[in-house]
């Protein structure tokens, strides 16, 4: 029995073409529920264009019952398929005798690497029914490679980064959604900034401004679309209208600011102008920023532009989090990111936050 994708739960941001939907950023996915024993889909990428470390990687769950809400879904995924065929067959159950199952997959690689898109699901039983379970809010995360859960699987002076060692559904925001009973959405890319992405300080005297978020935010997937040959098309609110907007950016940015004023003050005016972007975008929605596990050059910085926009805008509800920065003691993950640990820790400071506020 084939399934088609408009009768799935989808999460994340999602790009439909030529019969295929595409869903690429972390977290993003898909969920369904039904009677049977075997379910396979059919999911394209580009693994050509990368080498063995670094292609897509899909994370799959699979629960008993109808469930369907995040908390129904265990920790560790049933499979982890990497996607190093154009087309591959992945089987995402099967059992000899006949099981009701709630089966979802996620991205648990980022989207600036291998990309993912549903072109065919079959099934042999029956398919259920189920709406999207209640939640809470909506929560989009805009963030860098912490936002994507860069190298948690990975050890820091041992190893670097892959696909295989990241996990965004362990990183602090997938984590939040889950303790706030939130619908996430996230938009993030390892190494990007909001005036220049990571440069070495070291060796690099000028900023790398060739990706940068408040240019790639704005679409439903850029990078995909122009992979694909396709002029990028704008995300339309209305497929998802959050409730709160976090922005975590400026890891990347400390690289090349290095306390230089000029450069500071041109990061402050890039956040303001960003938060005025996500607000004309989505007025009803709260904006959140928050900096600090892997430094805290900028969060004064934070502070301040928050500060322009609330006085420019102040009937929007907006907020700082200041993050501590990680701890030895709590493990370090590959190439200096925080550790699942540390995720835990941001996760669970951050959810207080927004349950206080």
């Known amino acids: 029995m084939k399934i088609t994708a408009d009768k799935l739960m989808w999460y994340g941001r999602n790009l439909d073409y030529e019969g295929i939907r595409y869903f690429d950023y972390s977290s993003s996915g898909f969920c369904f529920v039904f009677k049977g024993t075997k379910a396979v889909a059919t999911i394209l990428s580009d693994p050509e264009k990368w080498d063995e470390k670094n292609k897509g990687v899909i994370g799959v769950y699979v629960t008993e019952g109808t469930e369907t809400n995040w908390n129904s879904m265990p920790e560790e995924p049933a499979k982890r398929i990497t996607l190093t065929e154009n087309s591959n067959e992945c089987v995402l159950f099967e059992s000899k005798e006949e099981k009701t199952v709630c089966v979802r997959v996620l991205k648990i690689s980022e989207a600036a690497f291998g990309y993912a898109g549903l072109k065919n699901l079959e099934i042999e039983g029956t398919f259920i029914e189920t709406s999207k379970p209640e939640y809470s809010l909506k929560m989009e995360v805009i963030g860098d490679s912490i936002t994507c859960g860069y190298g948690i699987e990975g050890v820091w002076e041992k190893d670097t980064f892959t696909t295989q060692t990241e996990r965004a559904d362990k990183s602090y925001a997938f984590l939040t959604a889950k303790a706030l009973n939130a619908e996430l959405q996230c938009c993030s890319w390892s190494g990007i900034g909001i005036i220049s992405n990571y440069v070495d300080p070291a060796t690099v005297n000028l900023p790398d401004t060739h990706w940068l978020m408040p240019a790639n935010w704005p679409y439903t997937d850029k990078s995909l679309s122009l992979r694909l040959g ?57 904006i959140l920023c928050c900096l600090g596990v892997m430094g805290q050059d900028l969060c004064d910085s934070v502070e301040e532009a928050v500060n322009q926009f609330h006085t420019d805008f102040p009937v929007v509800p907006v907020k700082t989090v200041k993050f501590p920065v990680q701890s030895e003691a709590d493990g370090i993950a590959a ?17 207080a936050a927004i349950k206080n506020w």
């Open 335 to 351: 190439d200096w990111h925080p550790s699942a640990k540390t995720h835990q820790k941001v996760a669970a400071q951050l959810s």
């Open 230 to 286: 396709l002029i990028p098309e704008v995300w339309d609110e209305s497929k998802f209208s959050p409730d709160l907007v976090v922005i975590h950016l400026g890891t990347n940015d400390t690289s090349w600011v290095r306390g230089i004023e000029d450069r500071r003050l041109a990061y402050v005016s890039g956040l303001r102008q960003l938060m005025e972007a996500v607000y004309r975008r989505s007025p009803k929605a709260k």
